[in-house]
């Protein structure tokens, strides 16, 4: 199995930043592909960024130029730095992990965090 267990949510004033981490235990060679998703209340839950074992990196339309993921592989650990930060950024953060999975499909995830809540503040 594979545990993943978020941190770094947090209140934040718009236009303020936050970075939150994910770590990643157990079975690590499963989390080749990690990513970033959130669910706001009454919505849907959707990615926001994900990336591969070669590095390379997908956004969602509504956070790109203001949202970096990036992962320390030594630590299995990622990363997603918050900048600009919105008040429609305001949901729960969840961690997820898989072999390989798209962005925009959450049920293909097989691994997720608990979650950690963001807030900002208008």
């Known amino acids: 199995q594979v545990q993943l267990v978020e941190s770094g949510g947090g209140s934040v004033q718009a236009g303020g930043s936050l970075r939150l981490s994910c770590a990643a235990s157990?079975?690590?060679?499963?989390?080749?592909?990690m990513g970033w998703f959130r669910q706001a209340p009454g919505k849907e839950r959707e990615g926001v960024a994900a990336?591969?074992?070669?590095?390379?990196?997908s956004y969602a339309d509504f956070v790109k130029g203001r949202f970096t993921i990036s992962k320390d592989n030594a630590k299995n650990t990622l990363y997603l730095q918050m900048n600009s930060l919105k008040p429609e950024d305001t949901a729960v953060y969840y961690c997820?992990?898989?072999?390989?999975?798209?962005?925009?499909?959450?049920?293909?995830?097989?691994?997720w965090g608990q979650g950690t809540q963001v807030t900002v503040a208008s």
């Open positions: 997820a992990a898989d072999l390989s999975a798209r962005l925009w499909v959450a049920s293909e995830w097989g691994y």
């Open positions: 157990g079975y690590t060679y499963r989390t080749k592909c």
């Open positions: 990336i591969d074992s070669d590095g390379s990196t």
